[in-house]
């Protein structure tokens, strides 16, 4: 955390001097410049992340998950995935809801429904791809992330019924005769609005959103380094509609830490330059499955590498298939 700290808002500061200084030294100035682009991307996601947090900080576990619906079966999935495509938010802030849904009661499945189908189905960025990439391709994509989503959650929660994976500790059943908006009415009537309560508030979600933002400040460090080496461009040039492409799509995504809405213009580049709109779907997918700050916080807040690493086993079959369709068909 104090590292990458250091090595993010040392050159975010930098970034806002004259850039003609580091002329001489290229590398530093790609650097400073693409820490600068991170942080001004994903910077509003945090911070609506941390808003969100500290609301669901005082928010009774019950209602949480009588608002994603019993936490098994089909509909309690349905439920996660619908609430992780509308809820708009870029993958980073969406992690700390996804982490916090655990922490009330959610069950895996539901968890990595919410945070398959989140990253870049918000409805901004909605617009903003079918701006890019037209109105079909961005309908499409959003159909078969939610079929992944879904497919997704309704086996992780199979898996942890067969005693493969742990089941969330914190899960329990709502009490019997639970109505969610009388009690939600009652509950608001009672609640005493202070300054102390809104600081209270606002600390629980600086101290609940620690784990994403160290992550986030790592994979910012990465993606900055990585940029010094490769630019989009090439990555859009060499990475056709082939399986060593939808290989190479897959690594490059892997590795490269971007928020959804600096992902959009790399997807927008491989469908309208590369004409590989399935290396598109991927890239903009394996965000979510692949990426690793998102991993590492799934294994931090669940306790368990397993539930970590079974999300890129779990969804990139699914990515990989649903891609080499997509560029054979269209």
Same mark, same amino acid.
């Given at each position: 955390?104090?590292?990458?700290?250091?090595?993010?808002?040392?050159?975010?500061?930098?970034?806002?001097?004259?850039?003609?200084? %580091?002329?001489?030294?290229?590398?530093?100035?790609?650097?400073?410049?693409?820490?600068?682009?991170?942080? #001004?991307?994903?910077?509003?996601?945090?911070?609506?992340?941390?808003?969100?947090?500290?609301?669901?900080?005082?928010?009774? /576990? @019950?209602?949480?998950?009588?608002?994603?619906?019993?936490?098994?079966?089909? #509909?309690?999935?349905? /439920?996660?995935?619908?609430?992780?495509?509308?809820?708009?938010?870029?993958?980073?802030?969406?992690? #700390?809801?996804?982490?916090?849904?655990?922490?009330?009661?959610?069950?895996?499945?539901?968890?990595?429904?919410?945070? *398959?189908?989140?990253? %870049?189905?918000?409805?901004?960025?909605?617009?903003?791809?079918?701006?890019?990439?037209?109105?079909?391709? !961005?309908?499409?994509?959003?159909? +078969?992330? $939610?079929?992944?989503?879904?497919?997704?959650?309704?086996?992780?929660?199979?898996?942890? @019924?067969?005693? !493969?994976?742990?089941?969330?500790?914190?899960?329990?059943?709502?009490?019997?005769?639970?109505?969610?908006?009388?009690?939600?009415?009652?509950?608001?009537?009672?609640?005493?609005?202070?300054?102390?309560?809104? +600081?209270?508030m606002v600390k629980s979600?600086?101290?609940?959103?620690? #784990?994403?933002?160290?992550?986030? +400040?790592?994979? *910012?460090?990465?993606?900055?380094?990585?940029?010094?080496?490769?630019?989009?461009?090439?990555?859009?040039?060499?990475?056709?509609?082939?399986?060593?492409?939808?290989?190479?799509?897959?690594?490059f995504a892997t590795v490269?830490?971007? $928020?959804?809405?600096?992902?959009?213009?790399?997807?927008?580049?491989?469908?309208? /330059?590369?004409?590989?709109?399935?290396?598109?779907?991927?890239?903009?997918?394996?965000?979510?499955?692949?990426?690793?700050?998102e991993i590492m916080v799934?294994?931090?807040?669940?306790?368990?590498?397993?539930?970590? +690493?079974?999300?890129?086993?779990?969804?990139?079959?699914?990515?990989?298939?649903?891609?080499?369709?997509?560029?054979?068909?269209?």
């Amino acid at each position: 955390m104090i590292a990458s700290s250091i090595l993010v808002v040392a050159p975010f500061a930098l970034s806002f001097f004259d850039m003609s200084l %580091w002329h001489d030294l290229k590398p530093v100035q790609t650097y400073i410049h693409s820490v600068h682009e991170f942080v #001004m991307m994903s910077w509003w996601g945090v911070l609506v992340g941390i808003l969100f947090l500290s609301l669901l900080s005082k928010i009774p /576990r @019950e209602f949480v998950m009588a608002a994603l619906g019993n936490n098994k079966g089909a #509909m309690g999935i349905f /439920r996660a995935m619908l609430a992780g495509v509308l809820l708009d938010l870029c993958n980073h802030g969406i992690l #700390m809801i996804a982490t916090k849904i655990y922490q009330r009661g959610a069950s895996v499945g539901q968890v990595m429904a919410f945070l *398959i189908a989140s990253p %870049w189905n918000s409805i901004s960025l909605t617009f903003i791809l079918i701006a890019m990439i037209g109105l079909k391709y !961005t309908l499409m994509f959003i159909v +078969l992330s $939610c079929l992944i989503a879904f497919v997704s959650g309704m086996i992780f929660d199979a898996l942890v @019924e067969r005693g !493969t994976l742990p089941k969330n500790q914190n899960a329990f059943e709502l009490p019997d005769g639970f109505k969610f908006w009388a009690e939600a009415k009652a509950q608001f009537s009672q609640v005493k609005w202070s300054p102390l309560l809104v +600081l209270d508030m606002v600390k629980s979600g600086l101290m609940d959103s620690k #784990m994403v933002v160290r992550w986030l +400040l790592v994979g *910012i460090v990465l993606a900055s380094v990585l940029r010094v080496f490769f630019t989009p461009e090439m990555f859009a040039q060499y990475f056709g509609p082939s399986v060593i492409g939808m290989m190479a799509t897959l690594a490059f995504a892997t590795v490269l830490e971007v $928020c959804s809405e600096g992902s959009s213009p790399i997807a927008a580049d491989l469908v309208n /330059r590369a004409i590989a709109p399935g290396n598109a779907f991927a890239f903009l997918m394996a965000g979510a499955s692949t990426d690793y700050t998102e991993i590492m916080v799934m294994k931090d807040a669940t306790k368990s590498w397993k539930v970590a +690493l079974f999300l890129p086993l779990v969804t990139l079959p699914q990515i990989i298939i649903l891609g080499l369709l997509i560029n054979g068909v269209f």
